[in-house]
T-cell receptor
Framework: NAGVTQTPKFRVLKTGQSMTLLCAQDMNHEYMYWYRQDPGMGLRLIHYSVGEGTTAKGEVPDGYNVSRLKKQNFLLGLESAAPSQTSVYFC????????????FGSGTQLSVL | AQSVTQLDSQVPVFEEAPVELRCNYSSSVSVYLFWYVQYPNQGLQLLLKYLSGSTLVKGINGFEAEFNKSQTSFHLRKPSVHISDTAEYFCAVSDDRGAQKLVFGQGTRLTINP
């Protein structure tokens, strides 16, 4: 049972480059989330989705875009990477509501030089 | 909007000693409260959650937490820790107004010394 899978696990970008992080879940969950984790700041929500074809902004959406074309996949895009986007990115999913258990992927370490 | 404060960024304890990780929240409405654990190089896992009912909540790995509405706290406790409990612990809160997200605290790094 794979759960939530993130690819890639590590990536180094130069300032201005673009990339897409992929999150896939095999639990038929409706809700999916992208968080970033920075030292001393916990996890902050970037964007989330409450179902296929829907997306919404979280706490720190600037500089990121997302898409949920298929229920099982949630993509996070950086159009023009900046050093401030150096972080660990986590994808999560939940069956339905926010007060249910979140299942997390193992994270993507992104460095922007 | 709700917020969460974890009062200690790091907590060192000796193996088999008790531990308490402190969490305070603020919200103008009823809340749901969670503790997640992150082991090194892994994603977060749910330890326990409070939605309603009994204020003492038991979770996995021998952890428990008590919801105190008057003090707006949700402290995590374990009577006897093991080396394997070394991890970062996150408190999180969500309100009941349909906000589709959790707000996480800054995290507490628990280090167990032999």
């Amino acid at each position: 049972n794979a759960g939530v899978t993130q690819t890639p696990k590590f990536r180094v970008l130069k300032t201005g480059q673009s990339m897409t992080l992929l999150c896939a879940q095999d639990m038929n969950h409706e809700y999916m989330y992208w968080y970033r984790q920075d030292p001393g700041m916990g996890l902050r929500l970037i964007h989330y989705s409450v179902g296929e074809g829907t997306t919404a902004k979280g706490e720190v959406p600037d500089g990121y875009n997302v898409s949920r074309l298929k229920k099982q996949n949630f993509l996070l895009g950086l159009e023009s990477a900046a050093p401030s986007q150096t972080s660990v990115y986590f994808c999560a999913s939940s069956l339905r509501q926010y007060n249910e258990k979140l299942f997390f992927g193992s994270g993507t370490q992104l460095s922007v030089l | 909007a709700q917020s969460v404060t974890q009062l200690d960024s790091q907590v060192p304890v000796f193996e088999e000693a008790p531990v308490e990780l402190r969490c305070n929240y603020s919200s103008s409405v009823s809340v749901y409260l969670f503790w997640y654990v992150q082991y090194p190089n892994q994603g977060l896992q749910l330890l326990l959650k409070y939605l309603s009912g009994s204020t003492l909540v038991k979770g996995i790995n021998g952890f428990e937490a008590e919801f105190n509405k008057s003090q707006t706290s949700f402290h995590l406790r374990k009577p006897s820790v093991h080396i394997s409990d070394t991890a970062e612990y996150f408190c999180a809160v969500s309100d009941d107004r349909g906000a589709q997200k959790l707000v996480f605290g800054q995290g507490t790094r628990l280090t167990i010394n032999p």
